[in-house]
T-cell receptor
Framework: QKEVEQNSGPLSVPEGAIASLNCTYS??????FFWYRQYSGKSPELIMS????GDKEDGRFTAQLNKASQYVSLLIRDSQPSDSATYLC???????????????FGKGTHLIIQP | NAGVMQNPRHLVRRRGQEARLRCSPM?????VYWYRQLPEEGLKFMVY????????ESGMPKERFSAEFPKEGPSILRIQQVVRGDSAAYFC????????????????FGPGTRLTVT
């Protein structure tokens, strides 16, 4: 059974600070990891993908992956009130044949950026 | 708009009726995934399709639910004899291709269809 765990929050961070979101996953076969942002009543929006151990930076966002610890995180620098949303961690386990299976999502962390 | 399109955006059905949800993938994408998000719950994978093929339907309820992605036209998620527990947001996502060497391409989500069963 694939599981992805996130702290539901809310996580409250002052404007301008760094927001740190964490995620753990259970399946050691997982190879692909994604962070999505979802505003209330809207659809998930892809922020980052990461496939290799280490850090991946894109603008104010940095994704970190540690496969040995089965841990993936998202850092948001210079947090803005518009970053207030639910952040979903998603993991993909490949299936035989090399195809892309459906994503397994965590329940999300509700982030609040305080002005 | 080259994004994933879904229609209708809102759908109201009485118990026992059929619901048909449509999804057109992003231009250049040939892989479609359906997800369901129940109130206060996370997104759950339902089914993965390529043109004319169901690749993985491990997340689909065994009864009343079916999906197709014909050679021409959008992918359709069909729910027969809807019940109140089917009320949820249904999202479609697409990717350009199957993954390679065990890695998956990114999936992009449409705006969703919010189904309400009365």
């Amino acid at each position: 059974q694939k599981e992805v765990e996130q702290n539901s929050g809310p996580l409250s961070v002052p404007e301008g600070a760094i927001a740190s979101l964490n995620c753990t996953y259970s399946d050691r076969g997982s190879q692909s990891f994604f962070w999505y942002r979802q505003y209330s009543g809207k659809s998930p929006e892809l922020i980052m993908s990461i496939y290799s151990n280490g850090d991946k930076e894109d603008g104010r966002f940095t994704a970190q992956l540690n496969k040995a610890s089965q841990y993936v995180s998202l850092l948001i620098r210079d947090s803005q009130p518009s970053d207030s949303a639910t952040y979903l961690c998603a993991v993909n386990v490949p299936y035989s044949g090399g195809g892309a299976d459906g994503l397994t999502f965590g329940k999300g962390t509700h982030l609040i950026i305080q002005p | 708009n080259a994004g994933v399109m879904q229609n209708p955006r809102h759908l109201v059905r009485r118990r026992g009726q059929e619901a048909r949800l449509r999804c057109s993938p992003m231009k250049g994408h040939s892989h479609v995934y359906w997800y369901r998000q129940l109130p206060e719950e996370g997104l759950k994978f339902m089914v993965y399709l390529q043109k004319e093929n169901i690749i993985d339907e491990s997340g689909m309820p065994k009864e009343r639910f079916s999906a197709e992605f014909p050679k021409e036209g959008p992918s359709i998620l069909r729910i027969q004899q809807v019940v109140r527990g089917d009320s949820a947001a249904y999202f479609c996502a697409s990717s350009p291709s199957a993954g390679t060497a065990g890695y998956s391409y990114e999936q992009y989500f449409g705006p969703g269809t919010r189904l309400t069963v009365t």
